[in-house]
Structure formats: structure tokens, C-alpha cells
């Protein structure tokens, strides 16, 4: 997709280009396989918004890996979160004894992935990483830290690469910042 293709004309700037997602996330993996040598961890994406970043991401990783899925849902059609988390799909497989790496889109108010934090560990992973494209630590609502990240981005409300407003814009290759006149924040 082009820079000049009509859903850019929904962001009022574009944050991080392709070039950019594209060389941190080669970095990232080679920093996970040099991290992960000797073991094969699980690697769980939750869905939707991670499915872009999780896909670039797992071929970026040199190691035998596990990968699972979930869904979850805080925010539904709006912009910040409810606090209330719903599992919508769970593990298909367990994870008693494994090295879990939960890979997410975005880092916010920290709430969803506290609670699947706990979740997990409460069924026996031996170990817990969060992996994020972006955080935004600004939002944070909880103590939590990205064990990985690929870029600490401002207080903004970000689309592409994965990203949605609505179930829009996951397609845009870059990530920018969604125009407040789009989700009503004029």
C-alpha cells in the first residue's frame, strides 16, 4: 500500500514508518533467539491487533517454538479501556512448565496483560515475557513492564500495522496516529 492510498488521509501524521517496524523487529528476534538458546518457548498471540507483528516477529525468531493464540477484549469499539477483561479465545494446548512469551500490539494502560499475566502463571508457566510492538507507558493504569519492545510511542491513538479503530486500519503497513476527528476526540 502507498503513503498516498485513501486510509492515510485518516492520520494526521504517520508515527513509524515500515522501514522502521521492519528493522526493529528483525532486532527483536535476534535478541529473543539469543535469549531463548537451548529452549522452545510458546509463543502466544492475542488476537487481532498482534496477528501483523506476531507473523513478521515468529520468523524473525531462529529456535523451535510452540504457537498458540488467544482473544481477548477490554476496549471493543472504543478507545480506551473498560478494565474488564473477557477471554474470547483461550490456549488450544497448556502451558505447565514452558517459557511463555505473550506477544502483544500495544502496551497501554497494562490492564489486559496483567490479568493475563497472572492467568498464565496460575497455570504453571515456568516463565512469563511480554513482548510488544509499541509501548506507551504514559497510559499505564498498573504496574507492568514490556519484557521486549520494539518502540515507546507518546500518548496518541495509533492504527496500523495490526492496529485498529473499529476493525479498521490493521492494514495500513505503517503505524500513525488516527485523526481525533475520526473517533470523535474534536
Do not use: W
Not at 477490554?74 to 512448565?97: E, P
Amino acid at each position: 500500500m502507498e503513503r498516498d492510498a485513501k486510509l492515510y488521509a485518516d492520520l494526521s501524521k504517520v508515527l513509524v514508518t515500515r522501514e522502521e517496524i521492519h528493522a526493529a523487529v528483525k532486532k527483536l528476534g535476534q535478541q529473543i533467539t539469543a535469549d531463548y538458546q537451548g529452549k522452545s518457548p510458546v509463543v502466544i498471540g492475542i488476537l487481532k491487533g498482534a496477528v501483523v507483528f506476531y507473523s513478521d516477529l515468529i520468523r524473525e525468531i531462529d529456535l523451535p517454538l510452540r504457537t498458540e493464540f488467544m482473544a481477548v477484549s477490554s476496549y471493543g469499539s472504543a478507545t480506551k479501556t473498560t478494565g474488564v477483561v473477557k477471554v474470547l479465545k483461550d490456549l488450544d494446548r497448556d502451558i505447565v512448565g514452558q517459557d511463555v512469551l505473550i506477544v502483544e500490539d500495544i502496551v497501554d494502560s497494562g490492564m489486559t496483560l496483567s490479568y493475563l499475566k497472572k492467568m498464565l502463571t496460575d497455570r504453571g508457566a515456568a516463565s512469563i515475557r511480554i513482548v510488544t510492538l509499541l509501548d506507551k507507558p504514559a497510559r499505564r493504569r498498573v504496574e507492568l513492564k514490556a519484557d521486549y519492545y520494539c518502540f515507546i510511542i507518546p500518548d496518541e491513538f495509533v492504527v496500523g500495522y495490526g492496529l485498529d479503530y473499529d476493525e479498521k486500519y490493521r492494514n495500513i503497513p505503517d503505524i500513525g496516529v488516527l485523526h481525533p476527528r475520526i473517533y470523535g476526540g474534536e
